[in-house]
């Protein structure tokens, strides 16, 4: 059994299947917080793991428990873990940034897995969590570069620290009037108009770059569903790019290095 890791800013997302399997088909899946760390050991304890592939952007601290739980779960103690990294290249997927390294392993993880799903296509892929990513993948498969601006969570939070008598909004799950008649659902309008914004911006520039080409937009991450409610462009809702993109890219990836 394989086992794909997803250590994000918040939460831990993981998925096994067997070797071999088709993308996505997972055997079992499951998300815990940070705080909930300890919860693993009982979901992974019956998996059978043979080999684990995880991208970690939450930090030493959580790689170390991380490692510290697969080894009590493993009998004989588990095989090193492949700690995804990004690379000048990797699973078909040129990486077009200037310090290859320094683009987030879950971004470029988020990147080949959109392009297993959508082969030859220029892609834009978005994904809303913490913070909000917007990256555009060539159809010939070099990842160009993206931008980065707060989630919609911190977006509303920050103005209403900074904003006096404003509560805290936490993004709703309808559809928002544009123009809201009370002011939490307008830091959320807000919020949201920012986003949608962001990423039609870049869906245009995309197809400056590539004219004459069909730009897939793939929207992902916890607030994904309702990003893609309020975007005047085409696009699709996918979950777990991330371990997608782990599972397109680990039969190049050695037990203890990135590929």
């Not at 739980?69 to 000048?88: E, M, R």
């Not at 297993?116 to 913070?131: D, I, K, N, Q």
């Not at 991450?221 to 462009?233: D, R, T």
């Not at 699709?236 to 990135?258: F, R």
Request: with cysteine; glycine share 10%; proline share 5%.
């Amino acid at each position: 059994m394989m086992l794909f890791i997803d250590a994000g800013n918040t939460r831990i997302k993981w998925a096994a299947a067997e070797a071999g399997a088709q993308l996505g088909a997972w055997s079992s899946f499951g998300s815990v917080a940070h705080e909930q760390l300890a919860q693993l050991a009982l979901a992974w304890r019956d998996l059978r793991i043979g080999r684990t592939v995880a991208s970690n952007v939450a930090g030493a601290g959580v790689r170390a428990s991380l490692e510290q739980i697969l080894s009590s779960v493993v009998d004989g103690g588990a095989p090193p873990v492949a700690w995804f990294a990004s690379s000048p290249a990797c699973a078909g997927l040129r990486n077009g940034y200037r310090q290859a390294q320094q683009l987030g392993s879950d971004r470029f993880a988020s990147a080949i897995g959109a392009r297993a799903l959508f082969p030859e296509r220029a892609l834009l892929v978005v994904t809303c969590g913490t913070a909000t990513t917007i990256d555009a993948v060539s159809a010939d498969g070099v990842f160009t570069g993206g931008m980065i601006l707060p989630g919609l969570k911190l977006m509303a939070a920050s103005l209403a620290r900074g904003t006096a008598q404003l509560p805290e909004v936490v993004a709703q799950g309808e559809r928002l009037p544009l123009f809201a008649d009370n002011t939490e659902e307008a830091i959320v309008s807000g919020c949201i108009s920012a986003h949608a914004g962001a990423i039609e911006r870049a869906f245009a520039g995309l197809a400056r770059l590539c004219p004459g080409e069909s730009i897939q937009c793939i929207v992902s991450g916890g607030a994904g569903a309702l990003i893609c409610a309020h975007l005047a462009i085409p696009c699709v809702h996918v979950d777990n790019l991330v371990l997608l993109g782990l599972q397109t890219a680990a039969p190049q990836l050695l037990p203890t290095s990135p590929c």
